[in-house]
């Protein structure tokens, strides 16, 4: 299976297509882990894994251990953003393990590589 990884650096974003090749290598990589940028062809820079979704669009939760999707009673943060003081609802969540199931991935940058992100992205495109 193939990912979608949003790479994030300040105000830029770039998402970077990985093959299903490459993709074997962030399959069990849990959230707030950091990785090397040479895994999806970014050399020299290191990021931070920060969420992501999978095929069905819930959200990964980083307190959910494990690659599992399940049901839980939230309050606010991420998956549920309440309308009124004291209102919690039942939401399902997808665990901070990174598994096949798993569709987009969001990263930050921790330490950046030679070339700006700009240049990244316009190779990858043309």
Do not use: C, H, W
């Not at 979608?4 to 959230?31: I, P, R, W």
């Not at 990785?35 to 095929?55: Q, R």
Request: no cysteine; charged share 30%.
């Amino acid at each position: 299976m193939a990912f979608k990884v949003v790479v994030s650096e300040k105000e830029k974003s770039v998402q970077v297509e990985v093959d299903a090749d490459q993709s074997k290598k962030l399959v069990g990589l849990t959230l707030g882990e950091e990785f090397d940028g040479t895994l999806i062809g970014m050399k020299g820079y290191t990021l931070k894994i920060t969420g992501g979704s999978d095929k069905n669009g819930f959200p990964m939760k980083k307190d959910v251990s494990g690659p599992r999707r399940i049901r839980s009673l939230l309050s606010g943060g991420i998956g549920y953003k309440p309308t009124r003081d004291g209102e919690r609802r039942r939401k399902t969540v997808r665990g901070n393990t990174i598994s096949n199931d798993i569709v987009q991935i969001s990263t930050i940058v921790t330490q950046a590589g030679e070339k700006p992100l700009d240049e990244i992205a316009g190779s990858e495109e043309e």
